[in-house]
């Protein structure tokens, strides 16, 4: 399974960011798509993940109100983009596919994002 993980790098305090994430698997059935961080010195933490559809997110508390994750009319692509970013973002972000029918989850090779205050 293959998931490609891009625009993660070195940002400021208040920047905007915008991450992707592309799957090009057949999973036969329907998956949702979300992000997952690890910041340094904590286990991996949920950000957001969004529906099959599109038509429903969820966010973890960290992020609420800051972060938007969307999800391209392909399916194939989320996008998870930063508003107001901060330097306790700094992480790892990992890209997530969880097929529904198994509940089995994907993973990709993340990507850094750096804040710097």
């Known amino acids: 399974v293959r998931l490609v993980e891009s625009g993660g790098g070195l940002v400021q305090a208040g920047d905007f960011l915008k991450l992707s994430c592309s799957t090009s698997e057949d999973y036969d059935t329907t998956y949702n798509m979300g992000w997952f961080r690890r910041i340094p010195g904590s286990e991996r933490e949920f950000v957001a993940a969004v529906s099959w559809s599109g038509g429903r997110t969820l966010y973890g508390d960290s992020v609420k109100g800051r972060f938007t994750i969307t999800r391209d009319g392909t399916k194939n692509v989320v996008y998870l983009q930063f508003n107001n970013v901060k330097p306790e973002d700094t992480g790892v972000y990992y890209c997530?596919?969880?097929?529904?029918?198994?509940?089995?989850?994907?993973w990709g090779q993340g990507t850094q994002v750096t804040v710097s205050s």
């Open positions: 997530n596919v969880r097929v529904l029918s198994t509940d089995r989850n994907y």
